[in-house]
């Protein structure tokens, strides 16, 4: 099992700047691709970025493609986001998956994720 700790969400305004953190720890070899989800009160969860472990293209969201970008260090996964947009306010969480599937569609679907953290709360103020 992979355990997730997600940090560095807060309040900024927009055109401002924030970058998440979450550490794995655990069964951190098991995982093929880790990334990114939020989810806003009464919306559905959403795919915003998506990473490989190993070799292979990340995924983005259209919605944040050009302002956020996805790293990882090791066992640390980062989301630089940049020119913040208060549609941009949610919830993020931080997943891993350690299948193949999931991990290279063109899409970012929840439904593949098996781990996740406790997520870090984004607010954009206009």
């Known amino acids: 099992q992979v355990q997730l700790v997600e940090s560095g969400g807060g309040s900024v305004q927009a055109g401002g700047s924030l970058r998440l953190s979450c550490a794995a720890s655990g069964a951190t070899y098991l995982m093929y691709c880790m990334a990114w989800f939020r989810q806003s009160p009464g919306k559905e969860r959403e795919g915003v970025a998506r990473?490989?472990?190993?070799?292979?293209a990340s995924y983005y969201a259209e919605s944040v493609t050009g302002r956020f970008t996805i790293a990882r260090d090791k066992n640390i996964l980062y989301l630089q986001m940049n020119s913040l947009k208060p549609e941009d306010t949610a919830m993020y969480y931080c997943?891993?998956?350690?299948?193949?599937?999931?991990?290279?569609?063109?899409?970012?679907?929840?439904?593949?994720?098996?781990?996740w953290g406790q997520g870090t709360q984004v607010t954009v103020s206009s």
């Open positions: 997943a891993a998956n350690r299948a193949r599937n999931g991990c290279t569609l063109p899409s970012l679907e929840d439904r593949f994720f098996a781990s």
């Open positions: 990473i490989p472990v190993t070799v292979g």
